[in-house]
């Protein structure tokens, strides 16, 4: 049984315990909570290479007691050269390999700006010491995971089509075992160089001119002039307000919209008991509406057909949840879209949070290993479409649909609370999991996060519809959700990693914190 842990000096939880050590050595050294993520961003880069790298996007929430919370969009666009014409002759963009490696990476860019918001919180840490973990795993290496060995062996023969791929993650051509030394030289270097020259260097320096040079050569559309374009955006996050608290996530291009609503209309049904068959039913139906308006809006922020905060607001919340039936599950043909990542959270002594999240899309991105500096490029275009007419059709400076998306409550009592998972189309699913456990039905923050879950829609390398369950969930719940027309698949596993690898942090209005990780990760949860 893992239980929740419980500090008053910090906590930081990662999907990897070595990410989570370094922004609670942050913590222990006087940092922030954005220092601290800072520093679990970069070691989860290094000691999770298949989740996510400084190739890919980022989206953090971050709040400070008094004030509302801060979001920035650390999404990278489509690369300039990115139109129809340059793939002409496919039927969609390749997804791995060079052409899938079409938009800018924006994640160091959010490292940036939320340092610069942190700024005014008072002396900064020096970035050589944020960067110091991330560093020291990369030379001297890290003990290779179970997923990621699983992961690479499965996907190895398409992935080692993509250059670089094979001399950065292969051992003689094949996956690397389990607890294996994997050292990552060429991305010490690298960031030991942001360390050094500052992180604007990713796109404005030295590192900026290496990485366009090796992209281009490669076949990417990615040029100079891309890096040097790129800047992150603070934006306002979407809110949607429950009796309990006030729930908070990112605006277009991500699917936060679809996570609020998932709850919203899942507090409305008013559900008394949880873990009982109404629970689960409510929350699946209401995920099918919140992913049908998602599909018909969701797209680059400047080509919305429709804002999307007055999808939060009550009367469209009513009319939505008038479609729900308790007694019988809508007929679910959409067709889900892969995609991997890490959600990270950090609370320090002061009550500042940070919600924040990183992603290269699926595993191991689009593949490429830049040869320069060993930064593994997203594969996160794929999601765009090469049909003009299309929602999310592709162009020039376009940002694509992200699966992304961070998420913090503010509670009527004064704690605040920052959650979130990796997952792809699971994560407005696990939030709504997670959540609704805590807050409505009154379970510890661990066992929210370490109950049983399920998942509509696909698992890792396979696209379906069906509904999948862990098998630690009930063969009379099981019964009972096939009787209300779920099509139920009922996975093997206790705890499936195909459920994402959910935490969260709870700041307490008396100081007290409390996080919780998934069992389902290679994670922790370090309180300071």
């Known amino acids: 049984m893992i239980h929740t842990q419980r500090s008053y000096g910090g906590m930081c939880v990662a999907p990897h315990h070595l990410a989570a050590d370094a922004g609670c050595d942050v913590l222990k050294a006087g940092g922030n909570a954005v220092e601290a993520m800072v520093a ?4 989860v880069a290094v000691a999770y290479p298949h989740m996510n790298a400084l190739g890919g996007d980022g989206f953090w929430l971050i709040h400070e007691p008094g004030k509302p919370p801060l979001a920035i969009d650390a999404c990278g666009p489509a690369a300039g050269l990115a139109t129809p014409d340059f793939y002409a002759g496919h039927a969609s963009i390749p997804e791995r390999g060079p052409l899938a490696a079409l938009t800018m990476a924006g994640t160091v860019g959010g490292w940036h700006e939320a340092l610069a918001v942190a700024a005014d919180w008072g002396q900064a840490l020096p970035l050589e010491q944020l960067l110091a973990d991330a560093i020291r795993h990369a030379e001297q290496g890290i003990a290779v995971t179970r997923s990621q060995q699983q992961l690479t062996a499965k996907h190895r023969e398409r992935l080692s089509a993509s250059p670089g ?3 950065a993650f292969l051992n003689a051509g094949e996956a690397p075992l389990e607890g294996s030394r994997l050292r990552q030289p060429r991305l010490a270097s690298t960031l030991r160089r942001l360390a050094e020259a500052g992180l604007d260097d990713f796109y404005r320096g030295e590192l900026a001119t290496s990485m366009a040079r090796d ?3 490669l076949g990417s559309p990615l040029r100079r002039d891309d890096f040097n374009r790129y800047r992150p955006r603070r934006v306002t996050p979407l809110e949607v307000s429950l009796d309990e608290a006030t729930l908070y996530n990112l605006p277009a291009p991500t699917q936060g919209v679809a996570s609020l609503m998932i709850l919203a209309l ?6 008394a008991e949880g873990e009982s068959v109404a629970h689960l039913h409510g929350l699946i139906e209401a995920t099918k509406r919140a992913f049908i308006l998602r599909d018909h809006l969701v797209t680059d922020p400047e080509r ?13 919340l009513q009319r939505e949840v008038a479609q729900i039936d308790m007694q019988r599950a809508l007929p679910w043909p959409h067709q889900a879209l892969p995609g991997d990542t890490v959600w990270l959270g950090c609370v320090d002594s002061q009550g500042r949070a940070v919600s924040f999240i990183q992603s290269i899309f699926w595993e191991f991105g689009s593949g490429v290993v830049l040869p320069e500096s060993g930064v593994l490029w997203q594969n996160r275009g794929i999601s765009f479409s090469l049909d003009t007419d299309s929602l999310r ?3 020039p400076g376009r940002k694509p649909f992200h699966t992304l998306n961070p998420a913090l409550a503010r509670f009527r009592d004064g704690r605040t609370l920052v959650y979130g998972t990796m997952g792809g189309e699971g994560q407005p699913q696990t939030q709504a999991a997670v959540f609704s456990r805590y807050a409505f039905h009154h379970q510890t923050l661990q066992q929210a996060v370490s109950a049983p879950r399920w998942l509509l829609g696909r698992t890792w390398g396979e696209s379906s519809t069906n509904l999948k369950l862990e098998s630690r969930i009930p063969d009379d719940t099981v019964t009972a959700l096939r009787a209300l027309g779920h099509d139920v698949e009922v996975l093997p596993e206790a705890f499936s990693d195909s459920m994402g690898h959910a935490g969260g942090i709870v700041h307490h209005p008396d100081g007290l914190i409390e996080g919780a990780h998934d069992p389902r990760s290679d994670g922790g949860a370090a309180g300071c």
């Open 40 to 43: 679990a961003a970069a070691a």
């Open 165 to 167: 791929f094979s001399d």
């Open 215 to 217: 992209l281009a050569a």
């Open 266 to 271: 899942y507090a409305r049904l008013e559900v």
């Open 304 to 316: 919305l057909p429709a804002p999307l905060q007055p999808l939060l607001e009550e009367a469209a």
């Open 393 to 395: 059709g592709l162009g």
